[in-house]
């Protein structure tokens, strides 16, 4: 059977069409960068002044900016997630950053008293789940806290844990109080196949400890666990308390 000129253009664009939109799907980064001793304020100054521009300038959007509250990372580490349009843009943008004669200027001219990292920054390139909500900012308060999770799911077990998520936990974190910032999933291997990074936000550092012990002990809870299939977690889940820095869009 022919098929007919017009029907193969047709299905040849849809085709191309669905590579395109997968090659310019957004891509998110986690980075975390540590500081020298008395570093964290210089490192700030330069995000806040000069970095999150020069990022606009060449096509990373900021989604936001946060130092952890506690231990030794309250005073040397800076979080945050950016956005690109596609791994290739992210490749494209980070070279056109660095070559920046603006940016090498600030570099420069902001380390003359010292290197202001103290190794070399980490970085996760992520994709959203399909569950992740809209960010809506609603009302602000001071002591507002953002908590960062790593979950790691037992071998194959991610999608049945990404159910959980879709299906129950994130209802019953907004019942509890708990925001939903986004979540994501790894884009390279080995974490790709059994990771899930979320954020989400408290109105303070008690408010969270009170939202945790009622959602753990909620009934609705205890059923979508037990019944999910998703079992015991491969390792225990990371969890980091930050507030955002001033210059943050997410605050």
Not at 25 to 30: C, G, I, N, P
Request: with cysteine; hydrophobic share 35%; net charge positive.
């Amino acid at each position: 059977m022919q098929i007919h000129p017009l029907v193969g253009y047709l299905a040849t664009c849809a085709v191309l069409g669905m590579l395109v939109s997968e090659s310019l799907a957004d891509v998110y980064e986690l980075r975390t960068y540590t500081t020298n001793p008395g570093k964290l304020d210089a490192l700030n100054a330069r995000f806040r002044d000069h970095t999150v521009k020069l990022f606009d300038k060449h096509g990373m959007k900021s989604v936001g900016y946060w130092v952890p509250t506690d231990g030794d990372e309250a005073k040397n580490t800076l979080i945050y997630v950016i956005k690109h349009q596609s791994r290739d843009a992210a490749k494209a943008s980070w070279q056109a950053f660095l070559a920046d004669p603006a940016w090498q200027k600030v570099a420069k001219e902001s380390q003359l008293d010292g290197r202001i990292l103290a190794k070399r920054p980490e970085a996760v390139f992520m994709e959203k789940t399909e569950y992740s909500p809209t960010w809506n900012e609603g009302p602000k308060a001071d002591d507002g806290v953002f908590e960062l999770r790593i979950y790691q799911a037992a071998p194959g077990k991610l999608g049945k844990l990404d159910a959980r998520f879709r299906d129950h936990t994130i209802r019953l974190f907004n019942k509890h109080g708990m925001k939903s910032v986004a979540y994501w999933h790894p884009t390279d291997e080995p974490d790709s196949k059994d990771h899930l990074i979320y954020i989400i936000k408290h109105a303070s550092r008690a408010a969270a400890k009170e939202s945790w012990q009622a959602f753990s002990a909620d009934p609705e809870w205890k059923k979508a666990a037990q019944e999910s299939g998703v079992g015991r977690l491969a390792e225990r889940p990371e969890s980091i308390y930050m507030k955002a820095t001033d210059y943050s869009p997410i605050k």
